[in-house]
């Protein structure tokens, strides 16, 4: 039998994201498993998918050399979390994504410490938080 996630969820995916219309589909296919292998850290072992409808944040910390599309970078991202986290990304009823360049002075309200972590850590990299309530307020 399977566990029920407890939202919301937060994790951090190493690396630069690679546009879906990448000709280097092995890449594209590479970087799902990655942001896949990273969110097992915040889920429990044999948790079920949720039918809930959610709420996906996704912060992009760059190290400033290109920095991609935002709109070409979700795509693979949120297909990584299909069938994983949620059945589908249908089910996607807000998304946020925004991307911060290394310059960028940065001051969140209620940072995580899994937020702090990505502000502050190496980079490239994702910071990601799914809310099975798409209504709730994120207080960062």
């Known amino acids: 039998m399977g566990v029920v996630i407890v939202f919301p969820v937060e994790f951090l995916v190493l690396g630069t994201p690679p546009s879906h219309q990448s000709a280097r589909r092995d890449a594209l ?3 799902k ?5 990273a969110s097992r850290s915040a889920l429990p072992e ?21 920095s991609g599309d935002l709109d070409n970078i979700i ?6 979390m299909s069938r994983h986290i949620y ?10 994504v925004q991307r911060f360049e290394p310059d ?6 209620k940072p995580s410490s899994l ?16 809310d099975d309530q798409p209504l709730r307020q994120v207080a960062e």
């Open 29 to 31: 296919a590479d970087w």
């Open 33 to 37: 498993g990655t942001v896949r292998e």
């Open 46 to 66: 044999g948790h079920f998918a949720t039918d809930a409808l959610v709420a996906v944040t996704v912060y992009y910390f760059t190290d400033g050399s290109g």
């Open 75 to 80: 795509k693979p991202i949120l297909d990584a």
């Open 87 to 96: 059945r589908d990304d249908k089910q996607v009823a807000r998304l946020l």
């Open 104 to 109: 960028d002075d940065i001051q969140f309200l």
């Open 115 to 130: 937020l702090t972590q990505a502000q502050q850590g190496d980079r490239p990299i994702l910071y990601v938080r799914i």
